[in-house]
């Protein structure tokens, strides 16, 4: 089964439940974790990849939890009115969801491939690549 | 008897509308199927182009007088400091320049967002740009504080004068290290995870005219967008041309360009200011220069490919930052282009700092111009040095003990 890449949004108030566990342990769910920013008594944010056959099932539990649920690939932005296409954010992407399209030598993002690293956004000269949470 | 072409033969065919002008890129192919000769007979004109990070980058300006007067000994463009140390009103503002409160790398890397190269964007794109000015006060220039704001076209002069550009051929850079290093050539992966190399190749201005037998003093050019002129040779103009390891292929190196022109005929879109993470802020500089085919020879190095091109391969983590004059062999802008290259036996991913597809825009755009009637070539009124002047770099003596980081 094809896993999905999402964002969760805790609030303050769930931010101390330990609902991973229960992703795992109740709906039988495969997590991977990429990002976390969770403290208690803080909104938080975490990025993971998921997948299962109780999918659907799952993120209803955890919205129920008050815990807003999205699609990650909206969440690394590229500027395209910035981005020259000069190529130095290709060879640090780890994922390969910036690479040249060849001969014409132009960057392109594929969002899918995109495990929200954020090196991009550090290697780009021109600031054309934005991470929005 | 070879192909022989004069300047003015060539400008009459221009403004004839008859001009046949090709990019450094389409030239390739019309050699490699029409032969040198007939192709040498054919074009007038081969454009190149580049668009990358060039420091060695500013822009002089005279900000008008005050009532009272004032002159100038501290100067700053929206919080970036520029010169001072010339006439009244005179400054020059470096795209290195950074604000006084920028945090540098004291949380390494940093990430110098803004500096002098993003100033020089704004004022160009017309935006309203904060105009700082202190002086001590004099009899002739009492006043001692002024702020006030400025746009390009309030300006009396505003030359982008960029002491070195448009660099023939580059280090391609690599980290043999252990951690990851912030450089201008990039981000670099330490055990050589990923490579960079920055220039146009085969559409790169002075790769293409490698003896420096057309590009001069005075050589009228594309810069930024508008027109300018190549001054002088740029700083660390140490031009070489030796065999590449391939047949009839060259390692060009060391020639660089003084280049000027009217910011005000200038556009945003080929002045970009840039930041490189733990390094510092830059510009991205837009070139192009005209290659006019006078000769067989003169075309042979104008269709060089990116496979007859080479250059060498330094590590950052360590030689260059050292100034061992190590390498790690020579790749071809084929290899480099093609994504992963080949290093003591290790592939690595390779990717450019130079927009290529941009490098091509500005070939076009000034195949256009010229095409069109409106951009003539210039004969130059001095030649540059080149690779058999054997002018070579000096070290710095040193003197002293320094720190460092």
New interface residues.
């Given amino acids: 089964m094809k896993s999905k890449k999402i964002v969760l949004r805790f609030p303050a108030t769930s931010a101390d439940q330990p609902l991973i566990y229960y992703l795992v342990k109740d709906y039988d769910l495969v997590v991977n974790i990429i990002k976390a920013n969770i403290n208690p008594h803080k909104e938080g944010t975490l990025i993971m990849e998921l997948s299962g056959a109780n999918y659907e099932q799952g993120i209803e539990y955890i919205r129920s939890c008050g815990v807003q649920v999205q699609p990650l690939t909206e969440e690394i932005v590229r500027n395209h009115d910035r981005c020259i296409s000069c190529g130095a954010c290709t060879a640090v992407c780890p994922s390969g969801a910036l690479y040249i399209e060849r001969p014409e030598m132009n960057v392109v993002f594929d969002g899918e491939q995109c495990i929200v690293c954020q090196l991009c956004t550090r290697a780009c000269p021109v600031r054309a690549m934005e991470a929005r949470f | 008897m070879g192909v022989q072409k004069t300047y003015a033969e060539i400008n009459e065919r221009i403004r004839q509308g008859k001009a046949v002008v090709v990019t450094a890129e389409e030239v390739i192919q019309l050699v490699k199927t029409e032969g040198l000769t007939e192709t040498a007979r054919k074009v007038d004109v081969v454009t190149t182009g580049t ?3 060039m420091c060695s980058s500013g822009v002089y300006l005279n900000f008008g007088h005050s009532a009272p007067r004032i002159r100038g000994h501290k100067v700053w463009l929206n919080g970036v400091p520029a010169y001072g140390g010339i006439a009244a009103v005179d400054t020059y503002l470096g795209a290195t320049a950074l604000p006084d409160d920028d945090p540098l790398n004291s949380s390494f ?1 940093g ?1 110098f ?1 803004y500096g002098g190269g993003h100033v020089i964007h704004e004022l160009v794109a017309g935006k309203p740009v904060t105009l700082k000015v202190w002086s001590y006060g004099t009899d002739c220039y009492p006043r001692r504080e002024i702020e006030t704001e400025v746009t390009l076209d309030q300006l009396n002069e505003a030359v982008l004068f960029n002491p070195r550009n448009a660099y023939q051929n580059y280090n391609v850079a690599v980290n043999c290290g252990s951690r990851t290093i912030y450089t201008y050539m ?2 670099l ?1 330490p055990h050589m995870a ?3 190399y920055s220039t146009s190749g085969q559409l790169s201005p002075l790769l293409k005219d490698p003896h420096f037998r057309t590009i001069g003093v005075g050589t009228k050019i594309f810069l930024g967008g508008g027109e300018g002129y190549v001054a002088w040779n740029g700083t660390q103009h140490f031009p070489s041309v030796q065999s590449g390891p391939a047949e009839n292929s060259i390692l060009a190196a060391g020639g660089t360009l003084t280049v000027l022109g009217d910011l005000k005929g200038m556009s945003p879109k080929w002045l ?6 733990g390094y510092g802020a ?1 510009m ?1 500089v837009g070139i192009g220069i005209p290659i006019p085919i006078l000769d067989e020879e003169v075309l042979r190095y104008a269709a060089l490919s990116d496979a007859d091109l080479y250059a060498p391969v330094v590590d950052y983590s360590d030689a260059y930052p050292n100034r061992k004059p190590e390498s790690l062999g020579l790749l071809s802008y084929a290899e480099l ?3 992963w290259v080949t290093i003591k036996g290790k592939e690595i ?10 490098a ?1 825009e500005i070939a076009e755009i000034l195949k256009d111009w010229i095409q069109g009637g409106k951009f003539e070539l210039t004969v130059p009124v001095k030649t540059l040095p080149t690779p058999a002047d054997g002018v070579v770099g000096k070290p710095m003596p040193d003197k002293g003990t320094s720190g460092v980081k």
């Fill in positions: 668009f990358s990070p890397p990430e967002r990039g981000m992966k990923n490579i960079h970009l200011g840039a930041s490189f993470i830059t991205v282009k093609s994504g991913p390779s990717a450019p700092l130079s927009s290529y597809s941009k091509k």
